[in-house]
């Protein structure tokens, strides 16, 4: 296989590898999404049943701290769960004048003209762009990944420390 063949291969490799991290990162949006959806649907309940003459409106001593520990569990996930699906550009594509490396991210896209970016795509590799956007790009998805996961065991916890609370009420 010639340099340019590898080349070649390289960047196709390159492309299927965005592909697969844009999947995961749709895929794990989506996991954020249904956990704050539960997460809010859970503290709509406690603070529905919190109201005067409620269930909860009666716990007291132990239990209360437990039950309030325990919302406060379940809020801390709701916000890693929004924490996951914020766009984080880190002030990236703001520049109204893209370095000549610039043509992958939307943000830096925007500010070419059709003219000099087909210019751009032709005159320069794309691998070494591609490459460092990957890194960006599985960064960004492992953090979505870290903080989707750490919402779920923070609503599990909060929703035991709730159970409790009423049992032992």
Do not use: C, N
Not at 15 to 39: G, P, Y
Not at 40 to 57: E, K, T, V
């Amino acid at each position: 296989m010639s340099q340019d063949e590898s080349r070649a291969e390289a960047v196709k490799t390159a492309w299927q590898i965005h592909s697969s991290l844009h999947e995961s990162t749709r895929t794990v949006d989506a996991k954020a999404s249904f956990a704050l959806a539960m997460e809010s649907a859970a503290l709509a309940g406690i603070a529905a049943l919190s109201g005067s003459g409620r269930s909860l409106d009666r716990v007291t001593g132990p239990a209360a701290a437990a039950l309030w520990l325990g919302v406060a569990l379940i809020g801390l996930s709701a916000v890693l769960a929004v924490l996951v699906v914020i766009p984080r550009h880190r002030g990236e594509g703001r520049s109204p004048s893209p370095g000549e490396d610039e043509f992958l991210f939307y943000g830096h896209l925007r500010h070419w003209s059709p003219d000099d970016l087909a210019q751009q795509l032709v005159r320069v590799d794309p691998l070494p762009t591609l490459s460092r956007q990957l890194v960006v790009m599985s960064a960004i998805a492992w953090t979505k990944h870290r903080r989707v996961q750490q919402s779920l065991l923070l609503a599990v916890a909060g929703s035991a420390m709730v159970a409790a609370a009423v049992v032992f009420a």
